[in-house]
């Protein structure tokens, strides 16, 4: 059962890295070939969007890479206390 719950919470970790990194090669394609991203995204990601975007995916990118890192050490220490 915890087992479970530790890989669960593991699998979803690895998603969310990997969609940080693919949102920042979005929005670092969104800052760069502005005009093409704003008509492929119909207009939702303009430049000014894609750049406030691209700086601010630093803090959840830290995050789940420490967590992406540690994930073994940290659920051992979590896991046997429960
Ligand atoms: C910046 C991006 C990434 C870095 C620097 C990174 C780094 C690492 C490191 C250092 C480990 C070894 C951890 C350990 O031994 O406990 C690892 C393991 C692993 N990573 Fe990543 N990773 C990244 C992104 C991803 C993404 C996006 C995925 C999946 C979609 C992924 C899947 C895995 C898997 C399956 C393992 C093995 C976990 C295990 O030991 O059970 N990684 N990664």
Redesign the pocket.
């Known amino acids: 059962m915890q087992k479970n719950l530790s890989k669960s919470i593991?699998t979803a970790i690895?998603?969310m890295?990997?969609l940080t990194?693919i949102a920042y090669g979005i929005t670092g394609y969104g800052i760069t070939e502005f005009r093409t991203v704003e008509a492929l995204s119909l207009g939702l990601i303009t430049k000014p969007v894609a750049f406030q975007i691209h700086n601010n995916l630093i803090f959840p990118f830290i995050i789940l890479?420490l967590l992406?890192?540690?994930?073994?050490p940290l659920s051992r220490v979590i896991f046997k206390s429960t």
């Open positions: 593991r690895q998603v890295l990997l990194l890479l992406h890192i540690f994930y073994k």
